[in-house]
C-alpha cells in the first residue's frame, strides 16, 4: 500500500499484558486494524506507560523492549519486539507540537507493554519504526486533546497515531467473578465515552467531568491516551468508529476506537480479555 496516504488513527484498550500472549476477540481487533490500513512510515505510540512530568519522545534507532510489569509468567517477560526507532520523527514530532517543548530522549526509555502488547498483534512483523510519546503528568486533559490534534498533521507524512490505554482503569475494584461484566458506573461511563467518540469527539475533554470519572479513572494515566486520538478526529472533522467493545472484570473497559478508518467485525465467539495472571495484588502490578 501507498504510505504517502493520510493515516488514521486508533485507541487500543490493551488491559492485561498477558493480551500479548493471547488470542481473544480483543487480540483479534487489533491484527484486523493492522491489517486493514495503509502501510504507515511509523508509528506514534502514546502510552499509558510513559507517565513522566514532561513531554518527551523516544529518538534512539533501536527502542528496547521494557517489560514494566510484576509478578507474571515467565513467558511475558521473554516476548521482544524489536521494531526500529526513527530519530527523524521525534524531530518532525517536536516541530507540529509547537509552542509546547517536546525533549528527545535518546536513551531513557524505548517500548513498554502498553505499545508492545497491542503491536504484536496489529503489528506482528514488528518492521514498522515506532516512536514512543510520554504523556505529560503535569498537564490537563485539554492539553493533551489539543496537542493530537497537532499530530494529526503527521498523518498526512505516513504516521499513524496510535494511543493505548483503557477508558475503565480502576485495578483497586477489580472482581474477578466479572470476566465480561461491569459494575454500573463503569457501563455508564463506558457508554457515555462511545458517544462522545462516536458523535462528537470534539467534546472529548469534558469527559473528564462526567460523574463517574473520578471511579473509571481513578488516576488518569490510562484514560488520557484517549484524548490524544479524539484531539485528531476532531482536527480531520472525522468521528471515531468502534474497533471493538467490551467489559472486563468489574472495573476495565477493553473499548478501542479508530478515527479515519472502518471499524473491524471480530469474532464473537472468541474468548475475552486476558485475566491478570499474577502473583501479585492488581494495584501492583503496574497493569
Do not use: C
Amino acid at each position: 500500500m501507498d504510505a504517502a496516504l493520510p493515516m488514521p488513527a486508533a485507541f487500543l484498550g490493551h488491559g492485561s499484558p498477558m493480551n500479548a500472549l493471547e488470542h481473544n476477540r480483543f487480540s483479534d481487533a487489533w491484527r484486523a486494524f493492522g491489517a486493514s490500513v495503509p502501510a504507515p512510515r511509523a508509528i506514534l505510540m502514546v502510552s499509558a506507560h510513559w507517565y513522566v512530568n514532561s513531554t518527551a519522545v523516544t529518538a534512539m534507532a533501536r527502542p528496547r523492549t521494557i517489560h514494566d510489569f510484576y509478578g507474571f509468567p515467565q513467558a511475558l517477560f521473554d516476548v521482544q519486539y524489536p521494531a526500529p526507532g526513527l530519530p527523524e520523527l521525534a524531530e518532525e514530532v517536536a516541530e507540529v507540537a509547537k509552542p509546547d517543548h517536546v525533549g528527545a530522549d535518546l536513551d531513557g526509555w524505548g517500548l513498554d507493554h502498553g505499545a508492545w502488547s497491542v503491536l504484536v498483534h496489529a503489528f506482528p512483523d514488528a518492521d514498522v519504526p515506532v516512536v514512543q510519546l510520554s504523556i505529560d503528568a503535569r498537564r490537563p486533559p485539554a492539553f493533551h486533546f489539543e496537542l493530537g490534534a497537532r499530530l494529526a498533521a503527521l498523518r498526512e507524512r505516513g504516521v499513524l497515531l496510535v494511543g493505548s490505554g483503557n477508558v475503565v482503569h480502576n485495578l483497586g475494584a477489580i472482581d474477578w467473578k466479572q470476566p465480561d461484566g461491569a459494575f454500573d458506573w463503569n457501563r455508564r461511563f463506558d457508554a457515555h465515552v462511545r458517544e462522545t467518540m462516536t458523535m462528537r469527539p470534539d467534546g472529548a475533554v469534558a469527559l473528564a467531568e462526567h460523574r463517574d470519572y473520578a471511579m473509571s479513572a481513578p488516576t488518569p494515566e490510562h484514560f488520557l491516551p484517549l484524548l490524544y486520538i479524539a484531539g485528531f478526529a476532531a482536527a480531520t472533522g472525522q468521528q471515531a468508529d468502534v474497533l471493538v467493545d467490551g467489559p472486563a472484570y468489574g472495573s476495565l473497559s477493553m473499548a478501542s476506537y479508530v478515527a479515519g478508518a472502518p471499524g473491524a467485525d471480530t469474532a464473537a465467539n472468541l474468548p475475552g480479555a486476558a485475566p491478570i495472571a499474577s502473583d501479585v495484588p492488581p494495584e501492583a502490578s503496574n497493569l
